[in-house]
Nanobody
Framework: QVQLVESGGGLVQAGGSLRLSCAAS????????MAWFRQAPGKEREIVAA????????YYSDSVKGRFTISRDNGKNTVYLQMNSLKPEDTAVYYC???????????????????WGQGTQVTVSS
């Protein structure tokens, strides 16, 4: 089992920045592929960014490319999402997810992830 705890959400004005953190426990963190998803009211949960368990591969959705950065610190068992130039349409609950399969590459669909955090709210005001 893997436990994931997100933090860092909040209310920010458009154009501002936030950094989300996700602390993992229960498995060897360096073996976990990690991702951030988000879900806005009335919408499907969507991929935001992902990073491979080897750390060398990343993926970003088109809507956040160039503004968000995913990174991981295996020494701290933590994955981060640095969010810059935030827009009102970024408002959502952000979820951290972990994939323990150690498959090669970056996983970008919800079904690829076995473990989920409880979510953290990000609200961007205009």
């Amino acid at each position: 089992q893997v436990q994931l705890v997100e933090s860092g959400g909040g209310l920010v004005q458009a154009g501002g920045s936030l950094r989300l953190s996700c602390a993992a426990s229960g498995r060897i963190f360096s073996f976990l592929g990690m991702a951030w998803f988000r879900q806005a009211p009335g919408k499907e949960r969507e991929i935001v960014a992902a990073i491979s368990w080897l750390g060398g591969l990343t993926y970003y959705s088109d809507s956040v490319k160039g503004r968000f950065t995913i990174s991981r610190d295996n020494g701290k068992n933590t994955v981060y999402l640095q969010m810059n130039s935030l827009k009102p349409e970024d408002t959502a609950v952000y979820y951290c997810a972990a994939d323990g399969s150690r498959r090669v590459g970056v996983r970008i669909t919800k079904g690829d992830y076995d473990y989920w955090g409880q979510g953290t709210q990000v609200t961007v005001s205009s």
